[in-house]
């Protein structure tokens, strides 16, 4: 803001008072604005704002000290500081009288030229310190205006970054869980079809009979059955948990790594569960399932990505604690070194159709939202992710 020019009220009934004041007070870097009346000084006094009031106490229909007393009872110039300029008192009472009216100093007559220039020297100063210091609180309101609508709106942003992440996260799962579904219908629609052939050949060669149509149509109930539950099994884990419950690890470890048994069994991939006891955890059991997919599905593609004749993954679940432990450890080589700071980052990836996302997302799951942690290592001859969130009632 522009600084203004400061003002110098003086108030005096007497035209050659008024003189001498502005005279003394000419090379003051201010405006001198002169009221010859109390009434008169509380009228410039609503239409300006003075640095500092000179006010002569001996005035006729109103005095100084009412003048004084007005101006500290009114918010608009209640801070403005005032100084009587008088003619000398042989006691206190008076100068007394004006410190209760509002004055903060007295200038007594015939005037010292120097003493009058030092002291409105001061208050202006203090004038000017505090227009300095209206205009940084001004600056920095405006400052604090503008960092709210920016915090605002990248508020705004990273919750609708956040909310198309955990969309795409859940899409490329999606897409994962579809792959995995297809191999695994593989072979109950494999057997459905020899079914139908057998069902066919008893028919062309005048074998078929009751029993054998009753074993055959219960045979391809249960194997429809199986793909059934299979698609129910995808439909529940994408359910969006609204509140947290306890869930067993066993349970999530087993239910995933059933949706991967036909991808793992056609890739050569051996998996080995470790669990002493069960563990019951508490969390989003959906979303740690999408957790548990994520990272087993980048195990399975390390080890394709190698051409490794044999893929081993070793699961341990533990409790430490008041932490329910998942460790899920490969032998696909391990994370290079340069690699590893960055694997949790989103949209960061090594594979040529990956999303970038789904370990961000599985850090988010584990640690924002689970109050967990995720992390990962290079172990021997692979990678080794740990995965610990809170415990839950109901363990042994």
Same mark, same amino acid.
């Given at each position: 803001?522009?600084?203004?020019?400061?003002?110098?009220?003086?108030?005096?009934?007497?035209?050659?008072?008024?003189?001498?004041?502005?005279?003394?007070?000419?090379?003051?870097?201010?405006?001198?604005?002169?009221?010859?009346?109390?009434?008169?000084?509380?009228?410039?006094?609503?239409?300006?704002?003075?640095?500092?009031?000179?006010?002569?106490?001996?005035?006729?229909?109103?005095?100084?000290?009412?003048?004084?007393?007005?101006?500290?009872?009114?918010?608009?110039?209640?801070?403005?500081?005032?100084?009587?300029?008088?003619?000398?008192?042989?006691?206190?009472?008076? *100068?007394?009288?004006?410190?209760?009216?509002?004055?903060?100093?007295?200038?007594?007559?015939?005037?010292?030229?120097?003493?009058?220039?030092?002291?409105?020297?001061?208050?202006?100063?203090?004038?000017?310190?505090?227009?300095?210091?209206?205009?940084?609180?001004?600056?920095?309101?405006?400052?604090?205006?503008?960092?709210?609508?920016?915090?605002?709106?990248?508020?705004?942003?990273?919750?609708?970054?956040?909310?198309?992440?955990?969309?795409?996260?859940?899409?490329?799962?999606?897409?994962?869980?579809?792959?995995?579904?297809?191999?695994?219908?593989?072979?109950?629609?494999?057997?459905?079809?020899?079914?139908?052939?057998?069902?066919?050949?008893?028919?062309?060669?005048?074998?078929?009979?009751?029993?054998?149509?009753?074993?055959?149509?219960?045979?391809?109930?249960?194997?429809?059955?199986?793909?059934?539950?299979?698609?129910?099994?995808?439909?529940?884990?994408?359910?969006?948990?609204?509140?947290?419950?306890?869930?067993?690890? *066993?349970?999530?470890?087993?239910?995933?790594?059933?949706?991967?048994?036909?991808?793992?069994?056609?890739?050569?991939?051996?998996?080995?569960?470790?669990?002493?006891?069960?563990?019951?955890?508490?969390?989003?059991?959906?979303?740690?399932?999408?957790?548990?997919?994520?990272?087993?599905?980048?195990?399975?593609?390390?080890?394709?990505?190698?051409?490794?004749?044999?893929?081993?993954?070793?699961?341990?679940?533990?409790?430490?604690?008041?932490?329910?432990?998942?460790?899920? *450890?490969?032998?696909?080589?391990?994370?290079?070194?340069?690699?590893?700071?960055?694997?949790?980052?989103?949209?960061?990836?090594?594979?040529?159709?990956?999303?970038?996302?789904?370990?961000?997302?599985?850090?988010?799951?584990?640690?924002?939202?689970?109050?967990?942690?995720?992390?990962?290592?290079?172990?021997?001859?692979?990678?080794?992710?740990?995965?610990?969130?809170?415990?839950?009632?109901?363990?042994?």
């Amino acid at each position: 803001m522009t600084q203004e020019r400061p003002k110098i009220l003086i108030v005096d009934d007497v035209p050659a008072n008024l003189v001498v004041l502005r005279k003394l007070l000419a090379k003051v870097p201010a405006d001198i604005i002169s009221a010859s009346s109390g009434n008169e000084a509380l009228a410039l006094a609503l239409d300006h704002e003075f640095a500092l009031v000179l006010l002569d106490v001996q005035m006729p229909e109103m005095d100084g000290y009412e003048v004084a007393e007005w101006l500290q009872s009114e918010e608009q110039t209640r801070g403005t500081p005032i100084i009587f300029v008088t003619a000398a008192y042989k006691d206190d009472v008076h *100068r007394i009288t004006g410190y209760e009216a509002g004055a903060v100093d007295y200038i007594e007559k015939p005037i010292e030229p120097a003493i009058l220039l030092s002291k409105v020297g001061v208050f202006l100063r203090l004038y000017q310190q505090k227009q300095l210091l209206a205009d940084a609180l001004h600056q920095l309101e405006s400052l604090n205006e503008n960092l709210e609508q920016r915090v605002r709106s990248e508020v705004h942003k990273n919750l609708e970054q956040e909310r198309i992440l955990v969309q795409q996260s859940r899409l490329a799962a999606m897409g994962e869980m579809i792959g995995n579904i297809a191999h695994q219908w593989r072979q109950p629609l494999n057997a459905l079809g020899l079914l139908l052939a057998n069902i066919k050949d008893a028919n062309d060669f005048g074998e078929l009979d009751t029993e054998q149509i009753e074993n055959s149509v219960a045979k391809g109930v249960q194997l429809i059955d199986k793909m059934s539950t299979t698609i129910d099994d995808f439909r529940n884990f994408f359910k969006p948990n609204k509140e947290k419950a306890t869930f067993s690890l *066993r349970k999530a470890v087993q239910d995933t790594l059933e949706i991967l048994a036909a991808t793992f069994r056609n890739n050569n991939i051996a998996v080995q569960v470790e669990a002493e006891q069960d563990v019951v955890a508490f969390g989003f059991p959906n979303e740690y399932f999408q957790v548990m997919l994520n990272i087993l599905n980048n195990a399975k593609d390390a080890m394709l990505s190698h051409e490794m004749r044999r893929g081993e993954i070793r699961i341990a679940i533990t409790r430490c604690g008041e932490q329910a432990e998942v460790t899920i *450890r490969d032998n696909a080589g391990g994370i290079p070194e340069d690699i590893l700071p960055k694997i949790f980052d989103p949209y960061f990836t090594t594979r040529e159709k990956g999303t970038g996302i789904g370990l961000y997302m599985s850090k988010i799951i584990i640690e924002n939202n689970m109050g967990g942690h995720l992390n990962v290592r290079n172990v021997e001859d692979g990678a080794e992710f740990s995965v610990t969130c809170p415990v839950g009632e109901g363990n042994a």
